[in-house]
């Protein structure tokens, strides 16, 4: 059984596979002073939870653009799990030709995306991933990896707005009654779900006047399923995406 891990800024998200199948999967938050030991036995209680051993993990397979946590979770997976992960970096086959001026630059994560869509949706697409940031990122009809786009996320802007305003409370992002809000927080809940649906809505549009008419439109990250409600233009919605990108660049390695 292979074990996949994709540690983001906000959250760490876990999955398990048998050959091709996904088991279980999990998303904890990423919490950046928590030690070695503290993520061992975090991964070992989601195990137990999911009635799988320690024992039945035969490999790892990880991405992080987190630095920090990088070298921390390699030593929970050592000593906890009995195995080094594969860390997707510079020197992983990964499939995938960087087209970007620096390849070096992009994030693990949005390469092992695009490993997961040229196998399994292929180009010309765009994927657009609700996490920390929300970012989209462009794939050719070859499926070599482009570039994309960077816009806060969701979860920062909400932050932005409580903390600088004085009279403005946290509200759950779920969708309000109606567009125009009648009260604060219904106003705040239909700027923040709307709005980023707006933003997807155009730049969708924006890149499939460069990628062309048969650009795919795949939805990953957190927030993905909560914002395909409100929108046509999201086609798939894949919230494990990465983790399926982790299992096939995995099979690429051995």
Same mark, same amino acid.
């Given at each position: ?35 070695? +030991? ?9 195990? @137990?939870?999911?009635?799988?051993? *320690? ?22 997976? @050592?000593? &906890? ?15 995938? #030709?960087?087209? &970007? ?13 695009? *490993? $997961?869509?040229?196998?399994? &949706?292929?180009?010309? $697409?765009?994927?657009? +991933?609700?996490? =920390?940031? =929300? ?22 802007? $909400? @932050?932005?707005?409580?903390? #600088? ?30 709005? &980023? ?40 919605? *894949? ?16």
């Amino acid at each position: 059984m292979l074990l996949t891990i994709d540690i983001g800024n906000t959250n760490i998200t876990l999955g398990l596979y048998q050959g091709e199948t996904r088991g279980p999967s999990f998303r904890v938050a990423t919490i950046h002073r928590e030690m070695p +030991d503290e993520y061992g036995m975090k991964f070992l209680s989601l195990l @137990e939870h999911a009635g799988i051993a *320690a024992s039945q993990i035969e490999g790892i397979c990880m991405a992080s653009v987190v630095p920090p946590l990088t070298s921390k979770v390699i030593q929970a997976c @050592e000593k &906890y799990l009995g195995h080094t992960p594969l860390n997707v970096d510079a020197g992983c086959k990964t499939g995938v #030709r960087i087209l &970007y001026e620096d390849p070096k630059a992009v994030g693990a994560d949005r390469i092992v995306d695009c *490993a $997961a869509v040229q196998r399994l &949706y292929g180009g010309p $697409a765009c994927v657009v +991933d609700f996490g =920390t940031g =929300t970012t989209f990122d462009a794939i050719t009809p070859e499926g070599d990896y482009l570039g994309g786009a960077i816009a806060p996320g969701i979860g920062i802007a $909400a @932050e932005a707005l409580f903390s #600088r305003a004085a009279k403005l409370s946290r509200v759950d992002l779920v969708r309000p009654p109606s567009v125009i809000g009648r009260n604060t927080p219904h106003a705040m809940q239909s700027g923040l779900l709307f709005g &980023y649906v707006g933003l997807v809505e155009g730049m969708v549009a924006r890149f499939r006047e460069e990628l062309g008419p048969r650009m795919k439109v795949i939805a990953t990250g957190g927030l993905a399923e909560v914002i395909a409600k409100e929108t046509d233009v999201l086609e798939i919605t *894949a919230p494990w995406l990465t983790l399926d990108g982790l299992r096939i660049i995995w099979e690429l390695n051995q």
